[in-house]
């Protein structure tokens, strides 16, 4: 069973960063994109960043642009989104999942996830 195990998350001052990591098991990335989606509470989940497994495509909601990047280390099976100047809108809990598209990065269509790990902005 496909195994994705999302950290790094935690308490953080506004203007902060963090890098979440997120580490896929029994799984071959060929194929599939890997994406960061968050949930704030009472809100619906929604996509931050997807990433190609094959290529170095990548897409970025407009709201993490310029602040937020994800990269891919194949040898280690693992997913990184490295998050700055952050913002009290994007407390949420992180989670990552594997899909079949970086280019439509909507959780709607990703199969496999992680349990998530939460991410606090505040002072």
């Known amino acids: 069973q496909v195994q994705l195990v999302e950290s790094g998350g935690g308490l953080v001052q506004p203007g902060g960063s963090l890098r979440l990591s997120c580490v896929v098991s029994?799984?071959?990335?060929?194929?599939?994109?890997i994406g960061w989606f968050r949930q704030a509470p009472g809100k619906e989940r929604e996509a931050v960043s997807c990433?190609?497994?094959?290529?170095?495509?990548?897409y970025y909601a407009d709201s993490v642009k310029g602040r937020f990047t994800i990269s891919k280390d194949g040898a280690k099976n693992t997913i990184y989104l490295q998050m700055n100047s952050l913002n009290s809108d994007d407390t949420a809990v992180y989670y990552c999942?594997?899909?079949?598209?970086?280019?439509?990065?909507?959780?709607?269509?990703?199969?496999?996830w992680g349990q998530g790990t939460e991410v606090t902005v505040s002072s």
């Open positions: 029994r799984f071959t990335f060929e194929g599939y994109a």
């Open positions: 999942a594997a899909g079949p598209s970086w280019q439509y990065c909507s959780p709607s269509i990703y199969d496999y």
């Open positions: 990433i190609s497994s094959s290529t170095a495509n990548t």
